[in-house]
């Protein structure tokens, strides 16, 4: 007769969660980490991209869209992120993360320099969920054999919940105060935003890099622990390398000749089927399922940023700059400087 205790034994064991014991409890932990890592990066682009559409009287109609969208579904698409990134298994994390690495090296290689900037920040803007992947990759690799991990596990979540409310208030304090604080210069906080803001996407750009470093590391490590001998770690490292540059070359055209949501979702398509191919071969069934559900994964991190991307798109934001000695006016566009000046 089928009892609730043997129910473990019909489930499939999963390489990040351990039915019946304290590892799910890990998993669950680790996974609402790395959604608080990735709420953090998405509220500071936010702030960054409304205090630029705050400053340019033409984009007054983006930053509404953008101040009703932050309103709705935070809490649900936090808690969303976190189940993904708690079931996705740690060996399609690894490389999900090995794989956003290896883009954004050649992407950052390659940058010209007249779309630098809106390309690293349609950069920062993808690398989400590839983000929250390399922060559960890294709890996983750190806390492996802890005595007390689960205790660690959190307090690194008590961590990342405080990052994420800082930065949630922040961005709530823009987007209500914010053109009210540095006209009349009552608020420091408004103020540094209205001067320093150009140099935000410097620091993610520094943060992430630490973050996908030690993500790195940790899913290397991760994979190699699965292989018994040295022949079969080269039988599925050979692969892998051959079947990523070959993603990341078609990646980089793609990018260049289509821009856009439609685009992006298309490139997510196409790095997940060559990843299910790979995975077909070398791989195993389990793997094929956590592909599904990266793909979910990206999909849910997209919709939360498409108004961002299709501001990439028609701005370049890092070529605008604050005027100190008069906040209360605008960010003048280069037209009407070149007005200005005409006369004298």
Not at 285 to 298: K, M, P, R, T
Not at 323 to 329: G, Y
Request: charged share 15%; aromatic share 8%; net charge positive.
């Amino acid at each position: 007769m089928f009892s609730l205790p043997s129910l473990p034994s019909w489930l499939p064991g999963l390489s990040s969660l351990e039915w019946g014991s304290g590892l799910l409890l890990d998993s669950i932990l680790k996974g609402l980490t790395g959604a608080c890592g990735v709420f953090v990066l998405n509220s500071l682009l936010k702030v960054y991209f409304f205090v630029g559409c705050a400053n340019n009287p033409e984009r007054r109609l983006e930053k509404e869209r953008l101040r009703a969208r932050w309103a709705s579904l935070e809490t649900v698409h936090l808690a969303g992120l976190a189940l993904i990134l708690a079931v996705v298994g740690t060996r399609v994390a690894s490389l999900v993360v090995l794989e956003f690495s290896l883009r954004a090296i050649s992407t950052l290689l390659s940058l010209g320099k007249g779309s630098r900037s809106t390309e690293r920040l349609q950069l920062y803007l993808l690398s989400q969920y590839s983000l929250g992947c390399g922060l559960s990759c890294g709890l996983s690799f750190l806390q492996e054999g802890a005595p007390h991990r689960t205790l660690n596990l959190l307090l690194g979540l008590g961590l990342a919940a405080l990052l994420s409310r800082a930065a949630q208030r922040l961005r709530r304090h823009v987007c209500r105060l914010y053109e009210l604080h540095s006209s009349q210069r009552c608020c420091g906080v408004c103020l540094g935003l209205l001067t320093g803001a150009q140099g935000l996407p410097s620091l993610l750009g520094r943060a992430l890099v630490a973050a996908f470093a030690v993500g790195d590391l940790a899913a290397v490590a991760l994979i190699n622990r699965d292989f018994l001998s040295t022949s079969e770690a080269v039988g599925f490292w050979t692969p892998l390398t051959i079947c990523y540059t070959l993603l990341v070359i078609y990646m980089q055209e793609e990018q260049r000749q289509h821009t856009g949501l439609q685009s992006q979702v298309q490139t997510v398509l196409v790095r997940m089927g060559g990843l299910f191919v790979l995975l077909l071969t070398v791989g195993r069934w389990l793997d094929l399922l956590g592909v599904f559900i990266s793909l979910l994964g990206e999909l849910w991190c997209l919709v939360g940023v498409r108004t961002l991307l299709d501001l990439c798109q028609i701005q370049d934001f890092s070529s605008q700059r604050p005027s100190v000695s008069a906040p209360s006016q605008p960010w003048p566009s280069a037209p009407a400087q070149t007005q200005e000046t005409a006369p004298s």
